[in-house]
T-cell receptor
Framework: KNQVEQSPQSLIILEGKNCTLQCNYTVSPFSNLRWYKQDTGRGPVSLTIMTFSENTKSNGRYTATLDADTKQSSLHITASQLSDSASYIC?????????????FGTGTQLKVEL | DVKVTQSSRYLVKRTGEKVFLECVQDMDHENMFWYRQDPGLGLRLIYFSYDVKMKEKGDIPEGYSVSREKKERFSLILESASTNQTSMYLC?????????FGPGTRLTVL
């Protein structure tokens, strides 16, 4: 069964600090891995998307890494801001096409405080 | 800029009512999806459609039906709403490479 597990479940950090969120997956055949940011009461918004051959991708202060051998990904947030408070969801796509057959993690709830 | 819109942000219905949730995308995507999102469970796929008038069951289709009469519009129907269908409903459309989500509809069934 395809699964995506995220850790930690929740995290509180001070503004300006860095943090790293983890994602482990067992999805086959692997197509790509995405990180989404979901603000409370809103739909998820894509941060990064990585294929098998990519091991790092950045989007501003967000940097995602992918280790396809160990089936692990991380999302690193640098110099956190209050607006980073959200749920971060790891999503792995299986099979051809990449737009379908998604397996979602349950998310890491990040809170950034003053 | 890509856009997926949903007809309502918040909706309150009574048990037994028929509920329509509408989703429209402006990206000419063939694939559209309906998910529900509940705390601790993540997003779960209800139905998806890969073409007009085509539909496929997802992981949790029971109690739901869908309609896709036009390429840009995908509707989710709750024939007889129940309290366990209180949830956040998210619509998405996808290109070959990525899914784009709507803002969500928070449905409460009393």
């Amino acid at each position: 069964k395809n699964q995506v597990e995220q850790s930690p479940q929740s995290l509180i950090i001070l503004e300006g600090k860095n943090c790293t969120l983890q994602c482990n997956y067992t999805v086959s055949p692997f197509s790509n891995l995405r990180w989404y940011k979901q603000d409370t009461g809103r739909g998820p918004v894509s941060l990064t998307i990585m294929t098998f051959s990519e091991n790092t991708k950045s989007n501003g202060r967000y940097t995602a890494t992918l280790d396809a051998d160990t089936k692990q990904s991380s999302l690193h947030i640098t110099a956190s801001q209050l607006s980073d408070s959200a749920s971060y969801i790891c999503v792995v796509s299986a099979g051809a096409g990449g737009g379908n057959k998604l397996t979602f993690g349950t998310g890491t709830q990040l809170k950034v405080e003053l | 800029d890509v856009k997926v819109t949903q007809s309502s942000r918040y909706l309150v219905k009574r048990t037994g009512e028929k509920v329509f949730l509408e989703c429209v995308q402006d990206m000419d995507h063939e694939n559209m999806f309906w998910y529900r999102q509940d705390p601790g469970l993540g997003l779960r796929l209800i139905y998806f459609s890969y073409d007009v008038k085509m539909k496929e069951k997802g992981d949790i289709p029971e109690g739901y039906s869908v309609s896709r009469e036009k390429k840009e519009r995908f509707s989710l129907i709750l024939e007889s709403a129940s309290t366990n269908q209180t949830s956040m409903y998210l619509c998405a459309s996808s290109s070959y490479y990525e899914q784009f989500f709507g803002p969500g509809t928070r449905l409460t069934v009393l």
